[in-house]
């Protein structure tokens, strides 16, 4: 078997390297594999990362389970997208970054071959480095949710002094949302589903937290915002949340959502947003602009630099219990990012 696109793996090299693959879409338990694989060779522009946390994220899960296009070209498909690891080679055209820890983003978007397996090969510039102070199981949370949360917070603009909602703000994307907002000098209403939920949106820095379960929500609200309302809304459910927003938003206001998963193809209160001239940035983490790649990068940089984000570990599972870290995202009780470690034996 081998993968094409830029990671390949062809079936003349002799080195193996264990991997999680599947060949058809299906549930967990029954199509994901254990087992060896070739391990890839750096082609031109390319290093190859030693793994030592491969990260699940929903999406990593929806196309494992047939929602979202995987790719099966060629035969199998490598899953997951971010991970953290150790550079071990490079190929021709890359600058000597032998031994630099590193995290990756987007290991599997238009690639066959992702992070859940011992190596992987991806171009450099997927590989930004992983400050000293960063420990591999923090690399490994960084790419979709951190990036995410950083556009939904900056693309309608800077949010300094501006009131920002922040919904779903215990989730994996909404925690660090909250934390993008503060750093930016935004103040934050975030809204969580239970009491816990609510300590952890507290816990991220918000400065109001409301349960979005309870009450009149859009007049709690307004109690937190004034009456100017809301200025920007990073949006974990477009779709169930959309005549709050356009209630809570303010004339000029803006929203920036990552998904509306529990209504897909919601009806748009139209002319309550039209009347405020509302502006409705949709984001997609994989495909957005480069330059927004890189200004979130460099934002990661400098709040490892100066250890200015928290992360939250749910749970780590071994290279072998990968259908399980699966199932955990799919149940939605994971209380932060699932990682997988892809070194040693299973406990
Ligand atoms: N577009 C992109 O680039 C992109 C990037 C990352 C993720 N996503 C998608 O975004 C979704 C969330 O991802 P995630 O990893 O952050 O998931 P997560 O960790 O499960 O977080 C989702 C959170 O949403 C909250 N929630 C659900 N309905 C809500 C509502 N109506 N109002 C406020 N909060 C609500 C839940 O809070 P409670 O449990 O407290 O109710 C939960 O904590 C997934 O569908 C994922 O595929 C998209």
Known sequence: ?????????????????????YEKPGKASEVLKYGE???????????????EYSAVHPSDVKKRAGLQPAGFEDGFVIPHSDGSGTIEDVGTGVED?????????QAQYGRHCGSC???????SGMAPRLPDNADFSIGACIGIPVMTAYRCVHVAGNPADRVVLVTGA?????????????LANARVIATAGTVENCQVALDAGADWVLNYREGDLAQRIFECAGSGGVDHIVDV?????????????????????????????PLIPFYPMMFKNVSVHTVLVYNMPDVAKQQAINAVNDAFSGRKLKHRISAVFHLAE???????????????CVLIRTSGEPD
């Open 237 to 265: 459910e477009f779709g169930q949340n959309a005549r709050v927003s356009a209630e809570v938003l303010n004339n000029c206001g803006t929203i920036a959502t990552y998904s509306s998963s529990r209504d897909p193809e």
């Open 37 to 51: 694989q070739q391990k890839p060779a750096p082609r031109p522009g390319e290093v190859l990362v030693r793994v």
């Open 170 to 182: 215990s989730g994996r994307v909404g925690f660090y949302a909250v934390q993008w907002a503060k």
């Open 97 to 105: 970054r032998r031994g630099e820890r590193v995290w990756l983003y």
């Open 322 to 336: 990968t259908a399980k870290a699966h199932e955990l995202i799919e149940s939605g009780a994971a209380a932060g």
């Open 1 to 21: 078997m081998r993968c094409h696109g830029s990671d390949k793996i062809t079936n003349e090299g002799k080195s193996l390297m264990k991997a999680i693959w």
């Open 117 to 123: 397996a011992e190596y992987i090969t991806v171009p």
